[in-house]
């Protein structure tokens, strides 16, 4: 499966307006720590892949225990075109984020950086729109949708629309990844 995604810098206040308008379903807000790793037999920065560790805590809701934390493992190919940040993406969920951290660097594998963010989450259509608060890097919109390889021209020019709906110029759109603008930053 791949993950069509457009993202640009958006201020959220705006943003939220627009989804109003657009009677977007509101779906959760979530808390997310994603530790990406290095391999130790490839350079990833250079493949263009990730492969991290995402902890989740969902804020949007009185935790229950366990119930609102969360853990999933993901593997990101590179990117698949030029007109979106759209990549082949593997995500499974883990009982423990510890004990996969640990299997990690059992096998080498070392953390590169973390990187934090706030989420809110919304449905327009079939796509979801993401409000998402960077530490370190500001706020940002996404739009996501999932979808087959024979799909992915006609799922991103509905995200196009999406953005054009939120009133977001799509020609802003940003393709590197936040870990690759925390680093950018840092240099």
Do not use: C
């Not at 493992?73 to 951290?101: A, C, H, I, Q, W």
């Not at 087959?148 to 054009?164: I, Q, W």
Request: hydrophobic share 35%.
């Amino acid at each position: 499966m791949y993950e069509v995604e457009l993202k640009l810098r958006a201020d959220h206040d705006d943003a939220r307006e627009r989804l109003a308008a657009l009677d977007a379903e509101e779906l959760g807000d979530v808390a997310q720590a994603d530790t990406y790793y290095d391999a130790p037999h490839r350079d990833f920065a250079e493949t263009d892949e990730a492969l991290r560790i995402r902890r989740e805590r969902r804020t949007d809701a009185v935790a229950d225990g366990d119930a609102a934390e969360t853990a999933k493992v993901t593997y990101k190919g590179p990117l698949v075109e030029n007109e979106s940040k759209t990549r082949e993406e593997f995500e499974t969920g883990v009982d423990d984020g510890e004990t996969m951290s640990s299997v990690f660097d059992g096998l080498g594998f070392e953390p590169a950086a973390v990187v934090e963010k706030q989420r809110e989450y919304f449905r327009v259509d079939e796509y979801t729109v993401v409000l998402d608060d960077v530490a370190g890097l500001g706020e940002f919109v996404e739009i996501e949708r999932e979808a087959k390889e024979s799909e992915l021209e006609a799922v991103r020019d509905g995200a196009v629309a999406v953005l054009r709906e939120l009133g977001l110029d799509p020609d802003e759109q940003i393709r590197t990844s936040y870990l690759g603008l925390l680093f950018e930053k840092r240099e």
